[in-house]
Each structure stands twice: as structure tokens, then as C-alpha cells.
């Protein structure tokens, strides 16, 4: 399960506030709505994220396995819980559509938002 973490939340790339469900449409986070968060990790595998507007997530790991939790914003920052486990992960907001990260493992990764769900 952390594998899948850390490959979801590999992008966790957002936030500010308290909730993206109460983000407004200058919120960093706009663009990841609809959209899926591609992270790359450094051995080439992709891990993809999708956030949706109440504070829910959807995962794929680099590994193939699937995840799903809840999302929120503090500060400059989105955190990510993932279900059943008693941790989250939170990680800076994006600052565009493509920038650098670190992962939940601590690797470093390249993180994009792709236009729709792949």
C-alpha cells in the first residue's frame, strides 16, 4: 500500500486552504480537476493521480496497483490519506503544469498534468 502512496502521491502537488473542494478557479489545484497527475520516477515507470472536486482521490502506482483516498489543502500544501492507512502525505502546490517533486519514498520525480483522464 505505501508503494501506491507514495506513486500518487508522488504528485500530490497542491494546495492551500482547507479543502480543494472549496478551491476557487485560481486555485493551483484548477487545473488538476478532470485531468490526470502523471509522476515519473526515476527507473522510467509513471504513476498516475486523479483529484476530484469533493476531496477524494483515485491512484495507479509505477507498479500497477490501485489506491484511493481523501485530499486536502493546508497552507501551501496538499495532503493526501490514504484509505485505511493512519498516515497522509502532504507535498507543495504546483506551480504550472509541470514542475519537479519528491515522492512519498523520497525520490525525486517529474510530475505533469495531462489533459483528461489516461
Not at 482547507?18 to 497527475?37: C, R, V, Y
Not at 497522509?88 to 504546483?94: G, Q
Not at 515522492?103 to 498534468?113: F, R, S
Request: aromatic content about 6%; some cysteine.
Amino acid at each position: 500500500m505505501r508503494r501506491a502512496i507514495a506513486i500518487l502521491l508522488l504528485s500530490a502537488t497542491l494546495a492551500a486552504g482547507a479543502s480543494l473542494a472549496h478551491a476557487d478557479a485560481t486555485s493551483p489545484l484548477e487545473q488538476a480537476f478532470g485531468n490526470t497527475i502523471v509522476s515519473t520516477y526515476p527507473d522510467g515507470r509513471k504513476a498516475e493521480l486523479y483529484l476530484d472536486r469533493g476531496g477524494s482521490y483515485t491512484a495507479k502506482g509505477r507498479r500497477g496497483d490501485a489506491s484511493s483516498g481523501t485530499w486536502k489543502v493546508k497552507g501551501s500544501k496538499v495532503c493526501l490519506k490514504p484509505n485505511g492507512e493512519p498516515f497522509s502525505f502532504c507535498t507543495p502546490l504546483p506551480s504550472g503544469s509541470s514542475w519537479t517533486a519528491k515522492a512519498v519514498t523520497g525520490e525525486t520525480i517529474q510530475v505533469t498534468i495531462v489533459t483528461g483522464r489516461v
